[in-house]
């Protein structure tokens, strides 16, 4: 948890972790996601000594939605979508090409 936070951006921390981790992400990639999605919002906030031009003036994260993460690829990996498929027990997941997990995930 970034340093200086009050309790509620220890809990926007933590589920933004816990979400980044259901889909499929380590854990480590999950804090340091959390940790920068904080961090930018604090400091879009007025909560933190120093903050960047793009921290400030730039679209906020949480509205963004990741649009610009992996520059534009086809959505989740194919082993993010693996991960789902394997935690809602879709059967013969091993097998399928990643637009086969997509349909069979409903997406």
Do not use: F
Request: no cysteine; proline share 2%.
């Amino acid at each position: 948890m970034p340093r200086g936070s009050n309790a509620k951006r220890e809990r926007q921390y933590e589920h933004i972790k816990d979400s980044a981790k259901e889909r499929g992400t380590s854990e480590r990639r999950a804090e340091e996601i959390a940790a920068r999605t904080v961090n930018k919002e604090r400091a879009r906030a007025g909560e933190s000594r120093t903050a960047s031009r793009s921290s400030t003036e730039d679209m906020s994260s949480s509205r963004r939605g990741g649009q610009r993460s992996h520059s534009g690829s086809g959505g989740p990996t194919k082993e993010q979508l693996y991960n789902e498929a394997r935690q809602r027990g879709i059967e013969g997941r091993s097998t399928m090409t990643k637009a086969e997990l997509n349909k069979a995930l409903g997406r």
